[in-house]
């Protein structure tokens, strides 16, 4: 079987061995569980003619043990540090006995199943390599993979191809978003959520709305401000929100024409062609234009973008996440579109839980909380916590209180966070019924009706209070919504239990309402009668 393989593009002829040495120190200590290190890095030069590793999650090593390339080459190891065992002396740095070494594999492709079933990683110039580490249950047409690249694996025995392994798998990102100012460094906030320190900005500023393809590698290390991962071996170009619109009006019409030729056939100086590229491959091609002229014979106007807010985590936000999209997209992604032109902002919202995140307003106001404008922080703010307080007055209410404020009202606290749930029936222990707030009805323990259902009035209710021979041996006057709570055959509004004799259907008589006698099978015996006058057979 033919293999392609990636050793040509990747130079792997260029490789050599350098043999670090480093001098040992060994404290003692009590046992410590050794580390197991797997990850990619740099080689650089270190003090004591050592030479160390720091790996892409930050981490510095003097390596003891053969390394391929040379110094501030990209490579991959896997070896163990055992605490307390230190080089480069007198600095003291952690040692790092390499276990495998070899080249740094950072590439996204489709993971697909191959030869017998092995998992492999297509990429984009159809080249693949096998993958040791994969539930090969599960494939998946965008994903990144990091390991050591291994040009004569067994993975796949016994056909011997380029294999990654020790590998991580992780996402590939692949979408617009808008750069932005970090700390001493300017970052990618992508649409989709996330912001992410890009290895390669183009010619892009801060402000600039950009495609960005690359590979996302959640644990790198930087100097700017926390993000969610880097996007690296990145290719990035201008984004463009309504394909085919060249002059920018929001139309795709025929004075749109002239600038797709002119991207066509090569574009002036300072020409933006991403809405040229309506198949979205990242070139402006001669494929490009059936759909260009489709989008003509449309005449479909361009869908307006706004604030869309999202549900990105699991955390105490239903909507913690602000980004531009078009409410088509926004609506279909399942969040809430804040209109047409709107933009995403940043201040302190303090949700009922006296809990504070930034966010933007509308998705504060929309996950129930309240902003406290523009400008506004966490660290400058303190959020009471607020909740459901029930009145203790005869008209029992519910209102959402601070703690204090329901103290003041004359109420009890129900609890940060709780919400009133809307006046409804309910039936107290004592039959009663009382139209109050459903969480209060609980708490004064009640048993509350279905929602909007209101009390219906007092009537005669038959029940069921023991094991005899009438199935309805109680009548009680109470409410329809309780007396149906509980079972019961409610006989009308206004009505009243009455007592006379009744004749079981099984024979024998027992004195109860007439009506409970006639909802259990039995005969009534009539007004004023009793078990001692009426013979019942």
């Not at 996330?194 to 690359?214: H, I, K, M, Q, S």
């Not at 062609?273 to 491959?281: E, K, R, S, V």
């Not at 459903?438 to 004064?444: G, S, Y």
């Not at 004799?501 to 006698?517: F, I, N, S, V």
Request: aromatic fraction near 6%.
């Amino acid at each position: 079987m033919q293999f392609n393989t990636i050793i040509a593009r990747r130079g792997a002829a260029a490789l050599f061995f350098t043999t670090a040495t480093v001098m040992l120190v060994t404290s003692p200590s009590i046992a410590q569980p050794i580390l197991l290190i797997e990850d990619c890095g740099t080689i650089s030069p270190g003090p004591q003619s050592c030479i160390l590793f720091t790996t892409d999650a930050g981490a510095t090593f003097a390596v003891s043990g053969e390394i391929p390339g040379g110094l501030f080459d990209r490579v991959w190891i896997t070896g163990t540090s055992t605490p307390g065992n230190v080089g480069c002396f007198p600095v003291e740095i952690p040692v790092l006995d390499v276990i495998t070494a070899g080249e740094c594999f950072n590439e996204c492709g489709a993971l697909q199943p191959g030869p017998q079933g092995c998992p492999i990683l297509s990429l984009d110039n159809g080249e693949f390599v096998f993958l040791e580490n994969v539930d090969i249950t599960v494939f998946d047409p965008n994903v990144w993979v990091k390991g050591c690249l291994n040009p004569q694996s067994l993975i796949c025995a016994p056909f011997t191809a380029p294999g990654v392994e020790d590998n991580r798998i992780g996402a590939c990102f692949e979408g617009c978003g808008t750069l932005i100012q970090g700390v001493e460094c300017v970052l990618f906030e992508a649409d989709a959520g996330g912001t992410y320190l890009v290895a390669n900005r183009g010619p892009f500023g801060v402000g600039d709305r950009v495609f960005v393809r690359g590979c996302v590698d959640p644990l790198c290390v930087s100097f700017c401000s926390p993000t969610n991962g880097c996007i690296i071996d990145n290719l990035i170009r201008a984004c463009c929100d309504c394909p085919g619109d060249m002059n920018g009006d929001g139309v795709r019409a025929g004075n749109d024409i002239a600038g797709f030729v002119r991207c066509l056939v090569g574009p002036v100086p300072g020409e933006v062609c991403a809405c040229a590229d309506i198949d979205g491959d990242g070139a402006v091609t001669p494929a490009d234009i059936p759909p260009f002229v489709q989008l003509l014979l449309d005449n479909a106007p361009c869908e307006p973008v706004g604030a869309c807010c999202q549900d990105i985590d699991d955390g105490p936000l239903a909507f913690d996440h602000c980004e531009i999209a078009t409410e088509t997209a926004c609506v279909a992604g399942g969040g809430v579109f804040q209109g047409a032109g709107s933009e995403c902002g940043l201040e302190a919202c303090c949700l009922s839980t006296g809990y504070c995140q930034e966010t933007d307003p509308g998705c504060c106001v929309a996950s129930g909380g309240q902003p406290l404008g523009p400008g506004s922080t966490c660290a400058d703010t303190a959020c009471d916590a607020v909740g459901a307080c029930c009145s203790l007055t005869a008209n029992i209410t519910c209102h959402e209180f601070t703690p204090a404020e329901c103290e003041s009202f004359g109420g009890f606290f129900l609890g940060a966070g709780t919400v009133c749930g809307g006046h409804r029936a309910c039936c107290m222990p004592d039959d009663s019924c009382l139209f109050i707030d459903v969480v209060c009805c609980v708490e004064i323990g009640g048993t509350p009706s279905a929602p909007n259902v209101e009390c219906l009035g007092d009537g005669a209710c038959c029940l069921d209070f023991d094991d005899g021979p009438l199935q309805y041996d109680t009548c009680r006057v109470i409410d329809r919504i309780c007396c149906e709570q509980q079972g019961g055959v409610y006989q009308g509004l206004g009505t009243q239990c009455t007592v006379e004799a009744c004749c079981l259907p099984a024979g024998g008589c027992q004195e109860t309402d007439p009506q409970c006698c006639a909802a259990s099978g039995g005969s009534p015996g009539g007004p004023g009668s009793t078990c001692t006058s009426v013979p019942c057979f």
